[in-house]
């Protein structure tokens, strides 16, 4: 683990952000778009069970489970969203499988550490933020199940 608090893996990923010229981050943005996975098959009829992010514009659902002390999430993003799509798929790939202080421990200025504040509407910074302020709640609340 990196002298940071919240999981090296999405560490990694910020440094990625923070060393690409602006006009690329938006093009790696959308690489992590097309790299989420959908939902797995059990939970494709399973949307009244996942919570609605409301302040995103497209349609997010989002659904936290704890194993073995770590969060592990599942996210479903239209793909007709991909910047929400994208993000979505930055907080999954940084924070899935990462113990909840860990997950609390990410910056609430996420997206600015990456630079994406330069190349997103301020709609649209709103939805993520109320993304990844509900992963850190639900991480939270299933580490005081422990």
Not at 18 to 40: T, V
Not at 124 to 144: I, V
Request: charged fraction near 25%; aromatic fraction near 6%; glycine fraction near 8%.
């Amino acid at each position: 683990m990196s002298e940071m608090a919240w999981p090296e893996t999405l560490q990694d990923i910020i440094e990625e952000f923070e060393e690409a010229e602006p006009e690329d981050r938006l093009e790696m943005l959308l690489e992590f778009a097309m790299g989420m996975p959908d939902l797995p098959e059990e939970l494709l009829d399973a949307r009244d069970s996942m919570e609605q992010v409301q302040e995103c514009q497209s349609p997010v659902f989002l659904l936290a489970k704890i194993d073995g002390g770590k969060v592990y999430y599942y996210l479903d993003v239209p793909r007709e969203a991909p910047t929400v799509r994208g993000f979505a798929g930055i907080l999954y790939e940084g924070l899935n499988g990462a113990e909840p202080a860990a997950i609390l421990a990410t910056p609430n200025d996420l997206y600015q550490r990456m630079g994406l504040h330069k190349v997103l509407t301020p709609l649209r910074l709103r939805g993520l933020s109320a993304l990844l302020g509900r992963m850190k709640r639900n991480a939270e609340e299933l580490g005081n199940t422990l």
